[in-house]
C-alpha cells in the first residue's frame, strides 16, 4: 500500500498589516465589532507589484527547505488560487518557472476557493498513490485584497492576502488516510464576483469584479457542511473524535472554527487558530495555519490532524493526515 506524507510546510505573508483600526478609518465598523463576529485582529496586504506567484514561491520555497529537497526533486505542482496572476497561463506554470522546477513536470491550477488547498491535496494525493509522481508541491496562495470592494464593510474586514504550500511524497506509512471533496453549485450568487472575464471586458462595470458576499447566509451553510465533512472523514478512515490531535480549520471565522470544535467535542485547545493575524486568507489559510503550528512545535510528528475548509461555489472538503 502506498500513501502520501507531508514531507515539509511553508507559508508566507506579505508585510503590510492592515489593522482592524485602519479599517475603523475606511468603513462604518469597529474594532470591538470585528473582534467580536469575526476573531480578526489584522490581516495582510500584497505590495503593489506583488503578485500570487510570488507569495506562492516564498511559501513553497519554505517547506521545500523543510523537506530538505530542492526545487529540481519535485514532480507536480497545483496551486489552489481564486487570485491568478493572469488569466492564463495558471499561477502553477509560473510557480514551476520561477522556482526553477524541472520542465515538463505537471503544473495546474485549482480553482475551488477557499477550498483550493483541500482540493489540491486530495488531487496530488491520489497522484502520488496511483504511481504517478513521487512528489508534489500543494499550495494556497491568493491576493484576495484585489478582489476588494473597500466600501463593502461585509468583505473588506475579512479578506487578506498569504500563501502556504506543503510537500507531500509517496510513502509506505500513512500519511494521508482519507480526503474528501464536496460541491454545491446552486448558491452561486451567496459568494461570488458577479463578473468575470467571459462577460466580456466591455461590461465590466465599476465592481462588478469584485468580491460580494451574503455573509450571514454563507456562515450558516459553512457550519452545517463542516459539521458533515469532519464526521465523513472520521467515519470513512475508521477513527473517532477521541483519536484527532489537532483540528487545522479553515480559518474564515472563529465562530464557525468553534462550531466545528463543538462538533468534534474537541477543546479548543487542540484547534489551531490563525484567523486573528491574517483574516480570510482563502485557499491559503488551511497550510497557513498548518505550517504555523508546525513551526511553533505544537504539531509533532505522528499526530493526527484533522484539516477542513469550505469556500464560494459552494465548495467544501476535509483530510485526515498522520503527520
Ligand atoms: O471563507 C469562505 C466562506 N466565508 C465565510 O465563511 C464567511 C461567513 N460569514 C461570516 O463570517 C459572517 O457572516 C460575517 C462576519 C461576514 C458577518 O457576521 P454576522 O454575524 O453574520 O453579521 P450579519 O451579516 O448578520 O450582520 C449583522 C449586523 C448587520 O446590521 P443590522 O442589519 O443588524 O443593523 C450588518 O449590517 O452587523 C452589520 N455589519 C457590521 N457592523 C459593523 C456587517 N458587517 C459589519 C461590520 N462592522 N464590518
Known amino acids: 500500500m502506498s500513501y502520501s506524507r507531508i514531507s515539509g510546510t511553508g507559508s508566507y505573508l506579505p508585510e503590510k498589516v492592515l489593522t ?15 473582534r467580536e463576529r469575526t476573531g480578526i485582529e489584522e490581516r495582510r496586504m500584497a505590495a503593489e507589484g506583488e503578485t500570487t506567484s510570488d507569495l506562492a514561491v516564498n ?24 487570485t491568478p496572476d493572469k488569466v492564463f497561463p495558471s499561477t502553477a506554470c509560473i510557480v514551476q518557472d520561477k522556482l526553477g522546477m524541472r520542465p515538463g513536470t505537471i503544473a495546474f491550477d485549482l480553482a ?20 504517478s509522481v513521487r512528489r508534489a508541491l500543494v499550495i494556497g496562495a491568493e491576493t484576495l485584497t484585489r478582489l476588494i470592494n473597500w466600501k463593502d464593510r461585509g468583505t473588506c474586514i475579512i479578506f487578506g492576502d498569504g500563501a502556504g504550500a506543503v510537500v507531500l511524497e509517496s510513502s509506505d506509512e500513512p500519511g494521508v488516510y482519507a480526503t474528501h471533496l464536496h460541491a454545491d453549485g446552486g448558491h452561486v450568487e451567496l459568494l461570488h464576483t458577479p463578473w468575470g472575464p467571459s462577460q466580456g471586458y466591455e461590461n465590466l462595470i465599476d465592481d462588478a469584479g469584485k468580491a460580494v458576499m451574503r455573509g450571514n447566509e454563507v456562515f450558516k451553510v459553512a457550519v452545517r457542511r463542516l459539521g458533515q465533512a469532519v464526521e465523513e472523514v472520521l467515519e470513512s478512515s475508521g477513527f473517532t473524535q477521541s483519536d484527532v490531535d489537532w483540528l487545522i480549520p479553515h480559518q474564515a471565522n472563529i465562530r464557525i472554527i468553534q462550531a466545528t470544535a463543538k462538533k468534534l467535542e474537541l477543546p479548543m485547545d487542540q484547534v489551531v487558530v490563525t484567523v486573528q493575524k491574517h483574516g480570510n486568507t482563502s485557499a491559503a489559510s488551511v497550510p497557513l495555519a498548518l505550517d504555523e503550528a508546525v513551526r511553533d512545535g505544537r504539531v509533532q510528528r505522528g499526530q493526527l490532524l484533522l484539516l477542513e475548509a469550505f469556500g464560494g461555489g459552494f465548495t467544501w472538503g476535509s483530510a485526515l493526515i498522520r503527520y
Open 20 to 34: 482592524n483600526q485602519y479599517m475603523e478609518q475606511i468603513v462604518d465598523t469597529s474594532d470591538a465589532w470585528i
Open 112 to 131: 475551488a476557493v477557499c477550498s483550493g488547498f483541500m482540493y489540491g491535496l486530495s488531487v496530488a494525493d491520489k497522484f502520488i498513490r496511483s504511481g
Open 59 to 82: 511559501a513553497a520555497l519554505k517547506a521545500l527547505e523543510a523537506a530538505g529537497l530542492q526545487a529540481s526533486d519535485i514532480d507536480m505542482v497545483v496551486v489552489g488560487t481564486t
